[in-house]
């Protein structure tokens, strides 16, 4: 696959046909929008600003893939992405200034998605330190760095438990051993002893090469040793740090965890687990954080996009009033800067919201983009509608996608050793009758796919383990032999599906 930014709307719209069917129209606007978005980044400095992004209003009922398009859309683009319910902020509880929130999700989504790029660039760097951190706690003095004497040469095996400490400021392996062994050690004359120290390296040596090998073998797995890491933050510093106190444009996080112990701990764990300890810390530590941020905060004021559910939810039909209807229409007054471009405080900088791009969607069955406040509408100058899904589309979503249903349970079958086989026929009915069921109670579109594949293979998921090696094949007659009773009972259906 291309790189983004060579990919032109068709090529966008394509890689989208992949997981989405149908909804060519808003796959198409959102195609447009993200290449706008390049197309953007290469303009000069001074008209680069002043070129805004085209803000799109996704219509169409539940179920019809408005939140799988923005989804697949962000992966796409490798762009940060969140998405935020606008009815969330009309809970009680929530102050105004509290949609800010949504753009510090956005830049901590970010942050994690260039530490995630950055991890795979330091891992083979981090696993090599591990695997070193390992051997030293494991036979300690026998690392390269010029630590003490430790493990004495008589004792081949001699395995002590040494310790690692982890910082900030890096990892340090110090084996501290028993005083007796360091006194037997203190050198004692002379060119003989230059000979002798020369042996007794070279058999650490050999016996850190042994152990190496042991590790890789796995062989050691299971070996209890002490780590000293880093202590887990403490819940309660992140519910006070948290929320509020994000917005003061300081790390209170950090701050509040130093006063109440963010201190090392040392642990009793298994080779095994330590490994995966270090390899976290070392990767934390090999990954430039201030770099890993800045690159973070760029991505999410150019590439971000924020996806706003339920903004139907907000409008308030004209004519109407009341209690709720200011709660919600607030809730749009506040959104409306963000939207507009505004600059929010986060605890890593300022974030410029101009250049986000905003998707807002919803049902709209009972009210209409036209009873958002004018503000607002001017900020989603694109309308798209999705077309609700019948039979012949719930036919290919089944299996077409990359991730279809019918995909997913012969892979979850395959770990049972259970072959999963759906012939055409079968997914024609099933398809039936998820349109169907979808007529006769709530529409709930593809989601309904979901209930009936759950309530077809039932039985199967439940016996799966003591069928292995069986080939099972689903026709006609198994979809209606499990479903057809439930479908012909509108009472049971609306109970079950
Ligand atoms: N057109 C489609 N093609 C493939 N899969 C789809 C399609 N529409 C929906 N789905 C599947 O159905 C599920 C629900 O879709 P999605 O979350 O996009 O619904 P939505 O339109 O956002 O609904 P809501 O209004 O309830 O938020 C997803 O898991 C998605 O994979
Ligand atoms: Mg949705």
Redesign the pocket.
């Known amino acids: 696959m291309k790189g983004i930014e060579e990919m032109t709307p068709a090529q966008i719209v394509a890689e989208l046909d992949k997981?989405?069917?149908?909804?060519e129209k808003a796959k198409k606007s959102v195609a447009i929008a993200l290449r706008n978005r390049i197309r953007r980044s290469r303009l000069d400095d001074d008209i680069r600003d002043e070129v805004m992004p085209r803000n799109i209003i996704m219509i169409?009922?539940?179920?019809?893939?408005?939140?799988?398009?923005a989804r697949r859309l962000a992966k796409l683009a490798r762009a940060p992405f969140i998405k935020v319910e606008a009815t969330k902020f009309t809970e009680v509880g929530y102050v105004g200034r509290d949609v800010e929130s949504m753009v510090r999700d956005l830049l901590s989504s970010a942050i994690s998605m260039v530490k995630q790029d950055m991890k795979s660039g330091v891992e083979d760097e981090a696993k090599k330190a591990t695997e070193e951190q390992l051997l030293d706690l494991l036979l300690p003095g026998t690392g390269k760095r010029p630590s003490k004497p430790s493990v004495h040469p008589n004792k081949p095996g001699g395995v002590q438990l040494g310790t690692i400490s982890i910082s900030p400021q890096g990892i340090k392996a110090s084996s501290t051993p028993p005083m007796e062994i360091q006194s037997q050690e203190i050198p004692q004359v002379e060119e003989k002893n230059q000979e002798e120290e020369d042996k007794r390296k070279e058999s650490k040596e050999h016996l850190r090469e042994v152990f190496r090998k042991k590790l890789h073998d796995g062989e050691l797995e299971d070996r209890v040793i002490e780590v000293q890491v880093s202590k887990q933050s403490n819940p309660m510093v992140e519910i006070m740090a948290g929320g509020q106190m994000d917005g003061m444009g300081m790390d209170m996080g950090g701050m509040l965890s130093g006063i109440f112990g963010g201190g090392k701990k040392n642990r009793k764990v298994t080779v095994k687990q330590a490994r995966e300890l270090l390899l976290q810390e070392n990767i934390e530590r090999l990954i430039d954080s201030d770099n890993a941020i800045e690159e973070a905060r760029e991505l999410t004021q150019n590439m971000g996009i924020i996806f706003i559910?339920e903004i139907d939810k907000i409008a308030v039909r004209r004519g109407t009033g009341g209690g709720q209807d200011v709660s919600r229409e607030g809730v749009q007054r506040d959104i409306l800067p963000i939207v507009e471009g505004s600059t929010v405080n986060t605890r890593h900088g300022i974030i410029d919201t101009s250049h986000i791009l905003f998707i807002a969607?919803g049902?709209f069955s009972m009210s209409k983009p036209s009873d958002l406040i004018p503000e607002l509408q001017g900020r989603f100058p694109l309308r798209v509608e999705?077309e609700d899904?019948d039979a012949e589309?719930f036919k290919s979503?089944l299996t077409a996608?990359r991730n279809a249903l019918t995909k997913q349970y012969q892979a979850l079958m395959a770990t049972e050793g259970v072959e999963l086989e759906f012939d055409e026929e079968s997914i024609i009915r099933l398809a039936e009758i998820a349109a169907e069921v979808n007529r006769s109670s709530e529409n709930i579109?593809?989601?309904r796919l979901y209930t009936i594949m759950e309530l077809l293979l039932e039985e199967l998921s439940f016996d799966a383990c003591d069928r292995k090696g069986e080939k099972v094949q689903i026709d006609k007659a198994y979809v209606n032999q499990r479903l057809a009773n439930v479908v012909e009972d509108k009472d049971l259906s609306r109970y079950i599906l």
């Open positions: 997981y989405i069917i149908g909804q169409g009922p539940t179920g019809v893939g408005k939140t799988e398009i559910d969607a049902a999705l899904l589309a979503i996608p579109g593809a989601r």
